[in-house]
């Protein structure tokens, strides 16, 4: 398993801007952003290979983008446009299969959280 640590969440307006951050103890294969809101079932954001191939849910494409630096283990998440119902608890994770799915249940590691609240 492999340590995953989030930071970069915080409160920000309508239309503003965030950037998610996660600190792995290790190189690994497929690294994923998921969120959860109360209430409701955590949702996947978008996944990123080690090789840079990128695949995010049709409702995240545009406003996020996920990137990783394979050189430091860290992924990041750039979220912008946020609106009030991207607040969430953002949570990073990962797993080392040679494949990548935006699917909760393939992820063996998974960080802390980090909370993301967006106000009108």
């Known amino acids: 398993q492999v340590q995953l640590v989030e930071t970069g969440g915080g409160s920000v307006q309508s239309g503003g801007s965030l950037r998610l951050s996660c600190a792995a103890s290790?190189?690994?294969?497929?690294m994923a952003w998921f969120r959860q809101a109360p209430g409701k079932e955590r949702e996947a954001i978008a996944y990123i290979t080690s090789g840079g191939t990128a695949s995010y849910a049709d409702s995240m494409e545009g406003r996020f983008t996920i990137s990783r630096d394979n050189a430091k283990n860290t992924l990041d998440l750039q979220m912008n446009s946020l609106k009030p119902e991207d607040t969430a608890m953002y949570y990073c994770?990962?797993?080392?299969?040679?494949?990548?799915?935006?699917?909760?249940?393939?992820?063996?590691?998974w960080g802390q959280g980090t909370q993301v609240t967006v106000s009108s």
């Open positions: 290790k190189s690994i294969y497929c």
């Open positions: 994770a990962a797993h080392d299969r040679t494949w990548c799915r935006r699917v909760s249940y393939d992820y063996t590691s």
